[in-house]
């Protein structure tokens, strides 16, 4: 009962952690995807290249295989490819929707196997924190003039 309850709760926080992103992304114009505010940052576009890939590589064959693909490219992922915002959306709802299946097809008995990794190992569980991280960049992204979608860090305005 409670690997059912911890199984729903996994997968409302990975939706709720989708549509914040969204959210702030709804709030930039396509040529601000684009735009790097800082050196040594990356653009919306980038960061949701990112999250895209890294979701297909680590949630494809998720208890059977490794998360790093062997034909996973993770450097140019930090390139902007350009695309446009439709093009970006729609690459980021597929993988999104991966994950979403994976998270329906999971049982409680799923909870305790390790996934496959071979950098380290860890349970099926353990997945859910690290994965929400990336998503968190998007949505506490700030401008002066977007409305807020995450918490203040303490001792900001």
């Not at 990112?50 to 494809?60: A, E, K, P, Y």
């Not at 295989?65 to 034909?71: A, H, L, R």
């Not at 859910?128 to 918490?151: D, E, F």
Request: glycine share 2%.
């Amino acid at each position: 009962m409670f690997e059912q309850r911890y199984l729903t709760e996994v997968r409302s926080i990975f939706q709720e952690q989708k549509q914040l992103a969204e959210s702030a992304l709804n709030q930039v114009s396509d040529d601000d995807l684009h735009r790097v505010l800082a050196p040594d940052t990356l653009s919306l576009a980038v960061i949701v290249q990112h999250i895209s890939n890294n979701m297909l590589s680590r949630w494809t064959d998720f208890l059977t295989t490794d998360g790093e693909k062997p034909d996973r490219n993770r450097d140019a992922e930090f390139e902007d490819q350009q695309l446009s915002r439709t093009e970006l959306m729609a690459t980021w709802d597929e993988r999104w929707q991966l994950l979403d299946d994976v998270l329906a097809s999971l049982t409680p008995d799923d909870i305790g196997v390790r996934p496959c990794s071979s950098a380290v190992k860890r349970r099926a569980s353990s997945g859910r924190s690290r994965s929400k991280s990336p998503t968190t960049a998007i949505t506490s992204a700030r401008s002066s003039t977007w409305r807020r979608y995450s918490p203040e860090r303490p001792g900001t305005c």
